[in-house]
C-alpha cells in the first residue's frame, strides 16, 4: 500500500488529486470543531457520555468523528446521504419508472436519480436535525429556547449535512477514491489518538493491565489481516462462450469467470443491524424511563448491548441483513439470461433455469460464510470489551472494518489511475 502511494505520489496529475482529497479531508474536520450556536456543549458532551454511549446514536458518533456528541455543524455526519442513497436504491427495485431511468436512460437517467437522492438527503437532514433540536431542547442542552434559536439550529445542522454531500461529489470528480467513504474514513480516524489516549490512561491507573493491552493490540491486528483477507476473496464461477462465425470473422470461445465476493454488502449489515438492535435502548434514553420500574429492567437485561438477548439478536440481523443485499445486488435469473443472450455458459450446466438455480446456491453459500463473518467481527470486540470492561469497543469492530475496506478501495483506484497511464514498473 505504501509503495502504491509513494509511485502515485510522483506522477503530477495523482499528486495534485491525492492533495485535493486530503485538503477537503482538512475542511472536514475543521467544520467538526465548529460548535452549532445556542447548544451547551459542556452539558451534551456530559449527557452523551452517561446515557446514550450504548444507544444508536453512539454509532452515529464514531461515524462522525465525535462531532454527533459535540453538536457541531457536520454532527450529523454523511449519516443523511447514506440513508437517502440507500432508500432510493431500495425504491429503484420496487418502483418501475426508477428501474427504467436507471437502466434505460444510461447517464441522463443516473444523473436524475442523483438528482432525487441530493434532495431527499436534503430532506432527511432536516427530520433528523429537528429531532436532535428536540433531544436538545427536552434535556435542557440548550442555551436559549424559542422558535427562531430552533430553526438556527436545525438549518444549520441541515447545511452541514449538505456541504459534507457535496465534498463527497467533489473527491468523486477532482479526488482519489470514494468521496463518502473518505469521508467516514477521516471521522473514524480521528478518533484513534483519543482512544490511544484513553488505553495509556488506563494503564496509567492500573484500570487495563499491561497484558491485557498488547493483546488487545494484538487482536486488532489479527482482525485487520483477517477483514483484509475476506475483502480480497472472491468464489469464481466458469463461464465458456460458445463460438459463432459472424461473415468471415469468428468470434466467441473464450474462457472467463463471474466473480461473486465473499462480503459483497460491505459493512451495511452490521450498520443496520446495530441500528435496529440499539433502537429500543435509544427510545428508553430519549423518554426517559430507564431509571425506575419495568423499562429499567428491560434496559438492563434485554435492550443493553451487552445481555445475551441483545447480542443473540444482533447476531441473527446482521446476517438477515446480509441476505437481504445479496438478493438486491444479484439477480440470479437475470444473469442467466444475459449469459444466454451472449452465447455463454457454465460447464455442466444447461442455460437458463438450471444455470439460474445454480448461481443462486452458490449465492446463498456464499452469502451465509460473508454473513457469518460479519457477525463474528461485530460480535467479537462486544464479548472482549465485556470481558475487559470497555464498551466501546462495539463500535471499534465496525469501525475497523470500514477503515479497512476503505484503505483497500483507495489503493485500487490509485492502482487503476497508474494502470491506465502505462507507467510500468510502478506496480511491481
Not at 477503515?403 to 507507467?423: F, I, P, S, W
Amino acid at each position: 500500500m505504501f509503495t502504491t502511494l509513494r509511485n502515485a505520489w510522483k506522477i503530477p496529475e495523482l499528486r495534485k488529486k491525492i492533495l485535493f482529497t486530503l485538503i477537503v479531508m482538512l475542511i472536514y474536520r475543521l467544520g467538526n470543531c465548529v460548535p452549532v450556536p445556542y447548544v451547551n456543549v459542556v452539558a451534551l458532551n456530559n449527557y452523551f457520555t452517561t446515557q446514550l454511549a450504548n444507544t444508536v446514536l453512539g454509532l452515529y458518533n464514531a461515524m462522525s468523528g465525535s462531532a454527533f456528541s459535540q453538536a457541531t455543524v457536520f454532527a450529523l455526519g454523511i449519516q443523511p446521504y447514506i440513508n437517502a442513497s440507500i432508500i432510493i436504491e431500495l425504491l429503484t427495485i420496487a418502483i418501475p419508472a426508477l428501474e427504467r431511468l436507471a437502466k434505460e436512460d444510461g447517464e441522463e437517467g443516473r444523473k436524475k436519480i442523483q438528482n432525487i437522492t441530493r434532495y431527499t438527503t436534503i430532506g432527511l437532514g432536516l427530520l433528523m436535525g429537528f429531532a436532535y433540536y428536540v433531544m436538545l431542547k427536552n434535556y435542557s442542552l440548550l442555551s436559549q429556547t424559542g422558535f427562531v434559536y430552533g430553526l438556527v439550529i436545525v438549518l444549520t445542522f441541515t447545511a452541514g449535512a449538505s456541504f459534507l454531500m457535496w465534498m463527497g461529489e467533489q473527491i468523486n470528480e477532482f479526488g482519489i477514491g470514494n468521496g463518502i467513504s473518505m469521508i467516514l474514513f477521516a471521522g473514524i480516524v480521528s478518533r484513534i489518538p483519543q482512544l490511544v489516549s484513553n488505553m495509556v490512561t488506563s494503564l496509567s491507573n492500573g484500570t487495563l493491565k499491561w497484558y491485557t493491552a498488547i493483546l488487545l493490540v494484538v487482536g486488532i491486528l489479527a482482525i485487520m489481516v483477517f477483514i483484509v483477507f475476506i475483502t480480497n476473496s472472491e468464489r469464481r464461477i466458469p463461464v465458456q462462450y460458445a463460438k459463432r462465425v459472424v461473415g468471415r470473422k469468428m468470434y466467441g470461445g473464450q474462457s472467463t469467470h463471474l466473480p461473486i465476493k465473499v462480503n459483497m454488502s460491505g459493512v451495511l449489515p452490521i450498520i443496520f443491524a446495530q441500528s435496529i438492535a440499539s433502537l429500543p435502548a435509544t427510545i428508553i434514553a430519549f423518554t426517559g424511563t430507564s431509571s425506575t420500574g419495568f423499562w429499567a429492567w428491560m434496559n438492563k437485561y434485554v435492550f443493553d448491548n451487552k445481555s445475551a438477548v441483545y447480542l443473540v439478536c444482533y447476531f441473527l440481523l446482521i446476517i438477515a441483513f446480509s441476505y437481504f443485499y445479496s438478493t438486491i445486488q444479484f439477480n440470479p435469473i437475470e444473469i442467466a439470461n444475459n449469459l444466454k443472450k451472449n452465447g455463454g455458459f457454465i460447464p455442466g450446466f444447461r442455460p437458463g433455469k438450471p444455470t439460474a438455480d445454480f448461481i443462486l446456491k452458490v449465492i446463498n453459500k456464499i452469502t451465509l460464510f460473508g454473513a457469518l463473518y460479519l457477525a463474528i467481527v461485530a460480535i467479537m470486540p462486544i464479548l472482549v470489551g465485556i470481558i475487559i470492561g470497555n464498551s466501546s469497543l462495539g463500535i471499534g469492530g465496525t469501525s475497523v472494518i470500514i477503515v479497512v475496506g476503505v484503505a483497500l478501495e483507495t489503493v485500487k483506484a490509485l492502482e487503476a489511475q497508474m494502470l491506465m497511464r502505462h507507467y510500468k514498473g510502478f506496480l511491481e
